[in-house]
């Protein structure tokens, strides 16, 4: 007979909504007041290159400078956060990234409205350059920190939620952004930037433990050598391990990279208006929010198989889906032109909020607990090569075939991915559970 276990506690014995509650001020809400400065300022990089000169394919390259570092920078971002310690790496990068967007308002929004030369957008590119490595900064050490501090138990619930909050900042921080272009200029997100940022470094500084955050522990060389073989196999282990679950998930980073490309491509063909495109999104992103907080219990409670798989293979039949209806419907009006882009973007949706968190969660999952931040950045950047790669796929179909192609293309990307997932997670990640004998 078997009884219910009681529910997982922290070391100090708190419940899990206490330990929730207690990283609110330390990570959750930190994260948020970046995520919205963030999502402020990306739609607005290519406007504010154009106005200063650049040309429309040096405006859109100009986006991809946070897709570049999010693949260079995370071993350099784990190198600096283990030598000085969470904290000081968090409160110094959030600082520069204060300076960094208020000089880059100071210095671009007089030169907006036709009066930027080559020094202005040689600015722009470099502040931009330190806005996406403090970024990076900033991500791997919350993630790296909310693997020493969230029990195992509930991992996936506290990955879940860090993921529903950059979720929540995405729906926010263009609205706030419209609001702000409104009542001044395209520059004025610089200062709307700076401000989330300094309240978050604020945040990170007052309320983060310092005892979670020191920084790991300088071995002597001489100390080290002896470990040396041991270290390389246990390397190889963990680097074989993070493959393994890498090639099943990278499919599912792929289509969350193309969706904001492929959705509006399609929309267009259709011969939808770029409002009805934006209803889509905003639909599919609340959908997505209803779903994170049941996501992680799922995976806490079940496994991380019962919801990576359904993400994978739900996504892919959403974007199988778009690109059937997308060929079916087209030329058929208006009201079927939204039919096939709404049903396809639901199923997207759903399939794209059961995985809140689910990435970050498997990072930690695979990484040891001893130079956690040093394999979280062997994850994150194999992960950033996989963000770097799904755009030059849909360019690649898209110069050769129409976009519905591209659609499939990614769906049965997710579908192949799915499929290695039920294979490899339930081996190599935690198989949840909240029984015992």
């Not at 071993?75 to 000081?88: K, N, T, Y």
């Not at 959403?318 to 208006?334: A, E, H, K, N, Q």
Request: with cysteine; net charge positive; aromatic share 4%.
């Amino acid at each position: 007979m078997t009884s219910r276990a009681p529910g997982p506690t922290s070391r100090d014995g708190r419940s899990p909504a206490a330990v929730l509650r207690g990283l609110v001020p330390s990570v959750y809400a930190p994260s948020l007041l970046e995520f919205v400065g963030l999502a402020a300022l990306m739609p607005v990089i290519p406007l504010l290159a154009r106005d200063l000169g650049f040309s429309v394919p040096q405006a859109a390259a100009l986006s991809t400078i946070f897709g570049i570092t999010s693949f260079l920078g995370p071993i350099p971002a784990g190198r600096l956060i283990s030598r000085i310690g969470a904290r000081a790496a968090l409160v110094s990068t959030g600082c520069l990234l204060v300076a960094s967007n208020l000089l880059a308002f100071v210095l671009i929004a007089p030169a907006l409205g036709g009066d930027g030369d080559l020094l202005h957008r040689i600015a722009l590119v470099v502040l931009l350059l330190v806005m996406a490595s403090s970024t990076q900064v900033w991500q791997l050490g919350r993630q790296s920190y909310l693997g020493t501090a969230l029990p195992a138990a509930m991992r996936a619930r506290g990955m879940t939620l860090f993921g529903g909050v950059i979720r929540v900042g995405e729906v926010i921080g263009p609205l706030m952004g419209a609001l702000v272009m409104a009542a001044g200029s395209m520059a004025g997100v610089f200062v709307l930037f700076a401000l989330t940022a300094a309240a978050g470094t604020v945040m990170v500084a007052v309320f983060l433990p310092p005892g979670e955050s020191r920084p790991e522990r300088t071995v002597r060389r001489r100390d080290r050598a002896p470990a040396s073989r041991a270290r390389v196999r246990l390397d190889r282990a963990v680097l074989r391990r993070m493959v393994a679950v890498g090639l099943g998930i990278a499919p599912v980073m792929m289509a969350r990279v193309n969706r904001p490309v492929i959705v509006p491509l399609l929309g267009d063909a259709l011969g939808l208006d770029p409002v009805w495109i934006s209803v889509v999104f905003g639909v599919s992103a609340a959908l997505e929010i209803l779903l994170v907080l049941p996501a992680g219990t799922l995976m806490d409670r079940y496994g991380r198989a019962a919801v990576a798989v359904p993400c994978a293979l739900v996504m892919g039949a959403g974007f199988l889906l778009l690109s059937v209806l997308g060929t079916v419907l087209d030329g058929r009006g208006s009201a079927a032109a939204i039919l096939a882009l709404l049903l396809p973007s639901l199923l997207i949706g759903i399939g794209n909020g059961l995985g809140s968190g689910i990435v970050m969660t498997l990072g930690i999952d695979v990484s040891p607990v001893h130079g956690r931040t040093r394999y979280l950045a062997w994850w994150n950047t194999m992960l950033g090569a996989g963000r770097l790669a799904a755009p030059l796929v849909v360019t690649a179909i898209t110069l050769v075939a129409p976009v519905a192609v591209a659609g499939a293309a990614t769906g049965a990307l997710c579908v192949v991915g799915g499929t290695w997932l039920a294979r490899t997670l339930p081996r190599v990640t935690p198989s949840g559970g909240t029984r015992r004998r």
